[in-house]
């Protein structure tokens, strides 16, 4: 089975500019998440949702993040403008429901100058 | 919210050692689970726990949930090269539909 694809790998951007992640989850899982891990620390919930709705957004900063799945497949998550402290690897997880462990895609590790 | 406390903070071994390390919380979970982490890559579930006092083993991983439901345990028996990376205890429970994961546990293996 495919895993979770993220992209771009890498980016490099200046502050206060924007910037937008990828994700495809594995096929058939509902459950998707965007985790925000900076360097030293476990991940953190950004954002969950269950096919192209939101189950928990508790913890994304809303004034500069937003996230959308369209169709309950693919998602982006995205960050205008950003900020210093946005520096971190962004990772995406599906899961066939919300009770068993995610498969997590390699992460986009976005460093902001 | 709840807090993950996850100890040691990095281990250095020698190859054929046994590893322990730990994950405390202040509140209850339904579910633990243990990750792996290697450099640029994503966290790799490595073993699942459901069910408070189970006791689950993955070839030389051996986890436990404990009692009390606020902790758990990961060995690693004969430790080996490839063992070498970041460890993430996480806890899930019903009211919260998220994972909450530790700090990590950094594992170096000296061969």
């Known amino acids: 089975e495919a895993g979770v694809a993220q992209s771009p790998r890498y980016k490099i951007i200046e502050k206060r500019q924007s910037v937008a992640f990828w994700c495809n989850p594995i096929s058939g899982h509902a459950t998707l998440y965007w985790y925000q891990q900076i360097l030293g620390q476990g991940p953190k919930l950004l954002i969950q949702?269950?096919?192209?709705?939101?189950?928990?957004d508790s913890q994304l900063p809303k004034d500069r993040f937003s996230a959308e799945r369209l169709k309950g497949v693919d998602s982006t998550l995205k960050i205008q403008p950003a900020k210093l402290e946005d520096s971190a690897v962004y990772l995406c997880?599906?899961?066939?429901?919300?009770?068993?462990?995610?498969?997590f895609g390699s992460g986009t590790r976005l460093t902001v100058v | 919210g709840q807090q993950l406390n996850q100890s040691p903070q990095s281990m250095f071994i020698q190859e054929g050692e046994d590893v322990s390390m730990n994950c405390t919380s202040s509140s209850i979970f339904n579910t633990w689970l243990w990750y792996k982490q290697d450099p640029g890559e994503g966290p790799v579930l490595l073993i699942a726990?459901?069910?408070?006092?189970e006791l689950t083993s993955n070839g030389r991983l051996t986890a436990q949930f404990g009692i009390t439901r606020k902790d758990s345990f990961l060995n690693i028996s004969a430790s080996i090269p490839s063992d070498v990376g970041i460890y993430f205890c996480a806890g899930q429970s019903y009211n919260n539909n998220d994972m909450r994961f530790g700090a990590g546990t950094r594992l170096t293996v000296k061969p």
């Open positions: 997880a599906s899961s066939p429901d919300r009770i068993y462990g995610y498969t």
């Open positions: 949702f269950q096919n192209n709705g939101v189950v928990d």
């Open positions: 726990l459901y069910k408070a006092g």
